[in-house]
């Protein structure tokens, strides 16, 4: 931490793609680094002083431990965690950085409102009431002036309030303090709470390689050596932010045309001069849609342009830290969610995408959803030839298999429970070999073993020499135009920004067909800023909620006991197997299917209920050998987006009786496989120890741990996949895109992502969203076949 300019500096970890060095003293280049990035905290010392009062509430200093806990080996790292207390380890003002310079939801004034009431006594009096209240003389006390028992039950009032503003800043803080809190890395890249909770940090068999400065724009220059530390996928990026001129060139030399238009008596790289970069299709979006689409049409012998608003880290530059990785390659640093805070959001933004940071789980369409989408949406498309091939070919590019070396503890544990109870369990097909245990998949793959765009379709567009790809750049605006006797307008390219030292630059892309790729969320948002008027646009949008359940199983002392000791709950393949027991996959389709998550122990700590700060660190120091499941239900009930900080969701009733009946069956399968203890993420924090309960006081737990709501903040609902805002259709009045995904609205302007689902899907989207991408860019190959050559343009 430093002081610039009168205000606190804070170190967290960060990286641009590019922000890699190489330390004199580490031939190897072995030191333990993070890249930085400085966040200033804008936070007054009134709002800083009730944020740390909350945050040492949440995690107090405790300094009598669990009995249990003077036995354990690690019994010195669980005494340094208990002892310390959030302000002691930094976190309020990492989270008042965070909270100034990354949170971008529109809570935020609320949050800084009710921080700032609650540092005035009579603001104290009015949020947390008597509690509040002191037996001396003037009675009315601040909220950081109460002490730390009653500010615990003022908490715990909180999360269950009438008030629904109370539940969203209790909520709000828990998760964001907590998550900061058992992320947060010193200049050795580790927490002081990690070893107290069985955690190694990033993948020991993992080293980050430094190495020097590349330049991303050379082709060709690179050594061999260096191409296997910064990723095969190297020559095909170019920095934006290099001058005009360098730009032009390297892009010349890669084949396409570029127009520099200089104002009168102003130097070619003068700030005011307009940068066009021609080429047969320009691609929004990097990710699942966009990398199969930029592959084939590259492979078809078209130049093709990528932009990516994310960053691009190869294999061996990735640091796989929970935080840092968080902030580089999830949208909104990894705190996306709905208006209300209903439900908690991940979305990818990094070149590769979702296949970058996804979970390796590559199921083919489901039969019931195609047959759906083609009788009851008239799609004759999914049940076509030709997706059937796309459906394949996607898959074989993958590297798609079913086989498991070695089953990591989650689902080792559900295919158990599953077995023991009778209920179906399935191989999940994956994009990745059946000996790749790795826990770290969420935050970029280490060895490229998992098979995402990064490590497939955009490496086929470099390999073609008809493609590259300029990452950091946010398309702003599509460029379309009405031709004369044409009833619709006409794509003719984009405008894209970008951050050029402290000031942002725009160049274009003029194309013959453009090709929107930036998933559920950033797809409508750029339509819309584009001037285009569907009504459906934004629509539609499906989330697939999750809601999780727990089951803790301790180290036995039998070296032969299962689940064996050295399987810890973040090790292994994430998705291995999977239940549609109440899947109802043979009826109407619509139901839920159970899981595995990835959680490392930041989103571990902001989904567990929080009850009390004793409580808290029992539950976090069981991390390693707690598993977990969850039910992913196809969800009838939609939202919709107006940008990534609005995003509104209403789930159904329908959807809400699914997610309690995969809840039911989750709890029972934890128990059957073995489970000590068992509980789910409500905020009542109830929990039973199954070996001690009788079958009676089990089947009343669980009856009464389902039968609870899962809306208004009770239980964390989150979403990994998003889907159905621009959705594909048959008339122009109920949908965005017909089945070539063309939009109705816009000529040579294509879709290729979940964004064009028609319905929820109801598993892992990926195959789905490339199959989709692959058919679509058939259709894009037909229109350009139908203009002039790229070389007459």
């Keep these: 931490m430093e002081e610039v300019n009168g205000e606190l500096r804070l170190n967290i970890g960060d990286s641009k793609w590019r922000d890699i060095h190489k330390d004199e003293d580490h031939p190897r280049g072995t030191k333990d680094i993070i890249h930085q990035a400085s966040l200033i905290n804008s936070l007054s010392c009134w709002e800083m002083d009730s944020l740390t009062a909350f945050c040492d509430t949440l995690l107090p200093c405790i300094t009598t431990l669990p009995p249990e806990t003077t036995s354990q080996p690690n019994h010195d790292h669980l005494f340094t965690f208990y002892t310390n207390s959030a302000s002691m380890a ?37 949020l947390c009431g008597r509690l509040s209240m002191s037996t001396h003389f003037p009675y009315l006390q601040s909220f950081s002036e109460v002490c730390i028992m009653k500010r615990e039950k003022i908490l715990l009032s909180w999360s269950s309030s009438y008030f629904y503003l109370l539940r ?30 069985g955690y190694c940090g990033p993948d020991p068999d993992f080293v980050t390689q430094i190495q020097k400065p590349l330049n991303p724009g050379g082709r060709g220059e690179e050594k061999e050596e260096e191409d296997e530390v910064i990723g095969p996928l190297f020559r095909g990026l170019v920095d934006p932010t290099v001058p005009k001129q360098i730009l032009a060139h390297t892009l010349k030399r890669s084949g396409f045309s570029v127009s520099i238009e200089n104002p009168p008596k102003a130097s070619p790289n003068n700030k005011s001069s307009k940068l066009t970069i021609h080429c047969d299709a320009v691609i929004v979006g990097s990710g ?42 999830y949208q909104g640093s990894g705190f996306v969610a709905t208006k209300d805070l209903s439900v908690a959001i991940l979305a990818a933004s990094t070149v590769g995408g979702g296949a970058t940071i996804n979970w390796s789980a590559s199921i083919k369409t489901p039969q019931h959803v195609l047959k759906e989408w083609c009788s009851c949406y008239e799609l004759e498309l ?87 790809i300029l990452p950091g750049c946010e398309v702003k605006k599509i460029m379309h135009e009405r031709k004369k006797q044409r009833n619709r307008s006409t794509a003719t390219g984009v405008s894209f920004e970008f951050v050029n030292g402290k000031e942002k630059e725009v160049y274009f892309v003029q194309s013959k067909v453009t090709i929107v790729a930036g998933g559920a969320f950033g797809t409508p948002i750029l339509l819309k800023r584009s001037g285009l008027k569907n009504e459906n646009i934004g629509k539609h949008l499906h989330l697939h909620p999750v809601v999780m359940s727990w089951g803790y199983f301790p180290n036995a002392k039998n070296s032969s006991a299962w689940p064996e000791e ?26 839920a299917v159970i899981q595995t998550p990835a959680l490392h122990p930041g989103l571990f700590s902001a989904v567990m209920p929080w009850v009390s700060g004793a409580d808290m660190k029992e539950r976090m120091s069981r991390f390693s050998r707690t598993a977990h499941l969850f039910a992913l239900a196809r969800d009838k009930g939609s939202g919709a987006v107006t940008s990534f900080s609005s995003v509104g969701y209403n789930m159904d009733e329908s959807d809400e009786e699914n997610l309690k009946r995969g809840l039911e069956k989750t709890l029972r399968i934890l128990a059957a496989a073995g489970a000590e203890e068992i509980g789910t993420h409500h905020f009542t924090g109830k929990k039973l120890n199954v070996k001690r309960a009788s079958e009676h006081e089990f089947e009343r737990f669980v ?52 964004s064009v689902f028609p319905t929820a899907l109801g598993v892992n989207p990926m195959v789905t969203i490339q199959s989709i991408a692959y058919c679509t860019a058939q259709s894009v190959i037909e229109v350009l076949r139908r203009k002039k050559s790229y070389s007459e343009f």
């Excluded at 389902?706 to 989150?718: D, E, V």
């Excluded at 159905?724 to 302007?749: A, I």
Aim: proline share 3%; aromatic share 8%.
């Design 703 to 754: 009856k009464e741990e389902c039968a609870r709501g899962i809306k208004g903040l009770s239980t964390p609902l989150c979403s990994a996949h998003q889907m159905g805002s621009c959705r594909m259709g048959m008339d122009p009045k109920t949908s965005v895109v017909n089945q070539s995904g063309e939009t109705w609205e816009v000529e040579g302007l294509f879709l290729a992502d979940s």
């Design 566 to 591: 050295y399987k810890k709950s973040y090790e292994g393949g994430i998705m291995t197997a999977m239940s549609t027991v109440v899947g109802e996959f043979s009826r109407s389709g619509y139901g």
């Design 382 to 468: 999914f049940q076509s030839q030709l997706y059937k091939e796309a459906m394949q070919v996607v898959c074989d590019r993958m590297g798609v298999q079913s086989g498991i070396c070695n089953e990591n503890l989650n689902n080792a544990v559900l295919r158990r429970g599953c077995l023991e109870l009778g209920y179906p369990v399935n191989d999940i097909p994956r994009n990745s070999p059946p000996d790749h245990y790795c826990g770290w998949c969420c935050l970029g793959c280490k060895d490229g073993q998992k098979k995402g765009t990064t490590e497939t379709w955009l490496i086929d567009m470099v390999n073609s020499g008809n493609g590259v």
């Design 168 to 197: 969203m800043l209790f909520y709000a803080i828990k998760s964001l303090a907590l998550f900061i809190f058992f992320t947060q890395v010193n200049e050795k890249n580790d927490n002081l709470s990690w070893k107290a909770l």
């Design 288 to 329: 699942s849609g966009g990398g199969v689409a930029a592959g084939i049409l590259a492979m078809a012998g078209y130049k093709v342009i990528v932009l990516e608003k994310g960053n691009y880290y190869a294999r061996k530059s990735l640091s796989l830290l929970e935080g840092p990785t968080m902030d580089q390659m």
């Design 90 to 126: 930094g976190t309020p003002l990492h989270l008042g950085g965070f909270m100034s310079e990354r949170l971008k939801h529109p809570a935020l004034i609320l949050l800084r409102l009710a921080l700032w009431v609650l540092s005035t006594k009579i603001g104290a009096l009015i």
